[in-house]
Each structure stands twice: as C-alpha cells, then as structure tokens.
C-alpha cells in the first residue's frame, strides 16, 4: 500500500528566508516520488521527481527534494522564499507497476514581504 | 509540450442531472486519470485508465463511471449529480512505465444546486 503525509497543511515564512515543507511516504516497493505545486486558479505543475537516480533531487524555481530511504522522508526545500513562491505544494508518489499517483493532502505556502 | 485539456473550466449543474466531463490529450499517453480536488484533503482518485476501453476504480468511484473508446480521450460521468460531488476534477495522463510524471489538465469547477 501507498500513502503520502504532508507534515503541515499551512507554512509562513518571509521573503528571502529558507522554505521547509515536509512529506512522509510509505511504499512497499521503490517508489517514484514527486513534489507539484498549484497556485490560485492555475493548474498542476511538476517542481520535481526522484526516480532513484540521485537521492538529491534538483528542481525548478530553485527548489530541491532529498530522499531519505531510512527516515522515509522527501523533504522540499529552497534556501530563500520568493513572493511568488506563495502556492500549494503536493507531495506524490508512484509506483511504475501500478502506474496509478498518491497525492498527500498539500502544503499552502504563504510568503510575508 | 504535453496538453491535457478539459472541456469545461466551470460547470452548474442541478442535482440528479447526468454530468460529462470530457478531457483530451495529444501525447499519446497510455494511462489517464479522473481526480477530485477538495480542500485539506488533497487529490482522491475517482478512475483510472491504463488503455481504450479498460479501466480501474481509484479510491472514490462511488457515483462516477468513465469512458475511454478513444486513446486521447477520457470522460468522467456523474450518472444522477448530487450536492456533494460539488468539487473541482482535474484530469491527468501519464506515459506507463518506470518513472513517469503526471500531466494536468486545468481542472473544472462543477457546481451541483
């Protein structure tokens, strides 16, 4: 079974100050995990995948995931919040033999000048 | 770039009405999925699909059925609507296989009164 927790439902941070959002997973086999993010009345956009290639994944917009095999953790990460960072952000993982997607329940970003 | 379009971006419909929600892409993905987006609890799966005329229940099939006759083409049907499917659905493809992400489409509002 699959399944995906998002640690926090709201994070605030200040502009120019680093961003933590947190996910869990649980996935009997290796998974694919993946980090969307959805701002207000626009449609879903990939930041980033970990496919098992490198356990330090590098995305769009200056965000980053590590994959965390012993903690099962697949933290998202940028070093210094930008005002239109302020989003929703979903965790998401896969399995390829079920080809089906886990949504965790988002993360709201709010970004503070 | 991949498009996943879907028909309609907002839709009022009265309870006990047969609803089609239609959603096409042009990549020539195997797999196409059916989601509900309702706040704080993230993406559910209604359906999915892995080829023309297959198709598995998802998590909340309750309600809901799907129809693919056609590889580009996946619908989503509410046979009798009801306040509670009162949503936003969002409609994805993804290529089947090993690591592959989930291409969106913008979603639709649908409103049951």
């Known amino acids: 079974a699959q399944s995906v927790t998002q640690l926090d439902s709201h994070v605030s941070v200040s502009e120019g100050t680093p961003v933590l959002l947190r996910c869990n997973y649980s996935?009997?086999?290796?998974?694919?995990l993946f980090w969307y993010v959805q701002h207000p009345n626009k449609g879903l956009q990939l930041l980033l995948k970990?496919?098992?290639?490198?356990?330090l994944v590098k995305g769009i917009n200056g965000f980053e995931a590590e994959f965390k095999k012993s903690e099962t953790s697949f933290h998202l990460t940028k070093p210094s919040a930008h005002m239109s960072d302020a989003a929703e952000y979903f965790c998401?993982?896969?399995?390829?033999?079920?080809?089906?997607?886990?949504f965790g329940s988002g993360t709201k970003l709010n970004v503070k000048p | 770039d991949v498009k996943v379009t879907q028909s309609s971006r907002y839709l009022v419909k009265r309870t006990g009405e047969k609803v089609f929600l239609e959603c096409v892409q042009d990549?020539?993905?195997?797999?196409m999925f059916w989601y509900r987006q309702d706040p704080g609890l993230g993406l559910r799966l209604i359906y999915f699909?892995?080829?023309?005329?297959?198709?598995e229940k998802g998590d909340i099939p309750e309600g809901y059925s799907v129809s693919r006759e056609k590889k580009e083409r996946f619908s989503l049907i509410l046979e009798s609507a009801s306040t509670n499917q009162t949503s936003m659905y969002l409609c994805?493809?993804?290529?089947?296989?090993?690591?592959?992400?989930?291409?969106f489409g913008q979603g639709t509002r649908l409103t049951v009164v």
């Open positions: 990549m020539d993905h195997e797999n």
């Open positions: 996935s009997s086999y290796s998974p694919s």
């Open positions: 970990y496919t098992s290639a490198a356990t």
């Open positions: 994805a493809s993804s290529l089947a296989g090993l690591n592959t992400e989930a291409f």
């Open positions: 998401v993982v896969s399995q390829y033999n079920f080809n089906k997607f886990y």
């Open positions: 699909s892995y080829d023309v005329k297959m198709k």
